[in-house]
């Protein structure tokens, strides 16, 4: 697979409980088409609670959360304290615009994980309680549509194609999908 754009793992997270943070781990291991081996979001149907209540048939397309390290950057650099896990990311990824990346984009992910991404993290409210303000900054305005909606930025979501086991310093290549490139949505 010859990448389109390469980034890293900065470090990845995982929370066997509903629990908005998630704690750091040495690796954590992906298991194609159910997500991270231990995660409270871990299965092919949807697991966030306030989807389950919706619908519990819907696929979950929110198998894995990546946020990028430079959102963390930005925010500390205002003044917040936010570290890598806290905004319930399993991989925290360096060097990648990933709320830039098309919907359909795959992400190889160490040596033999490939994720496919479904689509972007729309904001939660949760965001509030680590700390005052933050939540005004998980959102940027549209470039194509300055007077449209706001774009979320905490992230993007993906479910996993093929398994294997991720650590900090892994590499990432993302190969865009073929034809017309359609930019992700919350999903």
Excluded: W, Y
């Excluded at 980034?7 to 159910?34: M, N, P, Q, W, Y």
């Excluded at 979001?41 to 819907?58: E, F, I, L, M």
């Amino acid at each position: 697979m010859d990448p389109d754009l390469i980034g890293a793992v900065a470090a990845v997270h995982r929370s066997d409980e509903h629990t908005f943070s998630k704690a750091t781990c040495e690796s954590i291991e992906l298991v194609a088409g159910l997500g991270v081996n231990g995660d409270a979001h871990q299965g092919a149907k949807v697991k966030h609670r306030s989807r389950v209540a919706a619908n519990p048939d819907q696929p979950n397309l929110r198998q894995i959360h990546l946020v990028m390290s430079e959102l963390l950057d930005e925010v500390n650099s205002a003044g917040h304290n936010v570290v890598a896990g806290q905004l319930g990311e399993n991989i925290t990824t360096t060097g990648i615009d990933l709320i830039s990346l098309p919907v359909g984009s795959m992400l190889r992910i160490g040596d033999t994980a490939l994720v496919a991404l479904t689509g972007l993290r729309n904001p939660c409210p949760q965001i509030k309680s680590v700390g005052d303000g933050l939540m005004k900054m998980m959102f940027i305005d549209d470039q194509d549509n300055p007077e449209g909606p706001k774009i979320g930025r905490t992230g993007v979501m993906g479910v996993v194609i093929a398994g294997g086991i991720v650590a900090a310093d892994d590499g990432i290549k993302i190969r865009f999908p073929a034809g017309p490139l359609t930019r992700m949505e919350k999903v």
